[in-house]
């Protein structure tokens, strides 16, 4: 019995100090840490099932909808020409080699909900699958990849802050199934000389799942580079990438936020 509860407690301790360390990685997840960009030493993220997809949810009534299924009046390609992707089955989709896909009007800081989807026939892997990505002004980076069974680096699967900041745990549903982003985003500010007084900051739910938590991006995301921040406008469009997968995309909204 003593020898039991011996082994209870030195079970105990040793578990206290396996979850203790654990704690503090957790809390210290959001940090850069010492990783090299795009280390696939790095821990790859736990996987969390979110649980089947659903049908779009209705946006809310003060929300700027971007695209319901029907036109691509709000859009443009990069160049100022009308948006070449297809709009197919009340969603839009990646025309690959034809550039990102852009907002006609300009945003700063935004709650935003957008739906999207791999391609349900897997090719490729690591970045080489379902890779598109949704940039917050043009400019900072949350990942779309199909991130189901298919490891990369951390810092650029699915719900990643690309190069940045790997999500808190891998949401993912798999290929060809309908996933969501909601993202609380907040748009760097520069003073008039072009220094940086706040970064921008990133809040996302990946399947209604937290995998950013109001994470403080180094600047803009890039491939194999940190970049520092360059001084822009308050305001500007969001993108979607096309990395020449045919990802799709439906149910896009933003509500504008204040300056607070
Ligand atoms: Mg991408």
Redesign the pocket.
């Known amino acids: 019995m003593t020898f039991a509860h011996g082994r209870l407690a030195a079970a105990a301790l040793a578990l206290a100090a396996l979850l203790l360390p654990a704690a503090a990685d957790r809390a210290d997840a959001q940090d850069l840490g010492d990783w090299p960009i795009h280390s696939m030493d790095r821990p790859q993220p736990p996987v969390v099932d979110p649980g089947p997809s659903q049908p779009p949810t209705p946006p809310p009534s003060d929300a700027v909808v971007l695209f319901d299924g029907g036109d691509l009046a709000r859009w443009r390609a990069e160049d100022g020409s009308p948006a070449p992707w297809r709009v197919a089955e009340g969603a839009v989709e990646v025309a690959p080699h034809t550039g990102s896909l852009v907002t006609r009007d300009s945003f700063g800081d935004v709650q935003l909900h957008i739906e999207w989807r791999t391609p349900p026939r897997v090719e490729g892997e690591g970045q080489e699958r379902g890779?598109?990505?949704v940039y917050l002004m043009g400019i900072y980076?949350l990942?779309?990849l199909d991130s189901h069974e298919n490891p990369t680096y951390p810092d650029g699967q699915a719900g990643a802050i690309?190069g940045q900041y790997p999500p808190l745990v891998n949401a993912s549903r798999g290929p060809g199934e309908w996933q969501t982003y909601d993202v609380v985003f907040r748009a760097p500010r520069f003073d008039e000389q072009g220094a940086v007084l706040a970064p921008a900051r990133m809040t996302v739910l990946h399947n209604g799942i937290l995998v950013q938590h109001d994470v403080a991006l180094t600047g803009p995301t890039a491939f194999q580079a940190r970049p520092p921040y360059s001084a822009h406008p308050a305001r500007l469009p969001l993108t979607l990438?096309d990395?020449e997968f045919p990802v799709r995309y439906r149910n896009i909204w933003v509500r504008e936020l204040g300056d607070r």
């Open positions: 890779n598109s990505g980076e990942q779309v690309f990438q990395h």
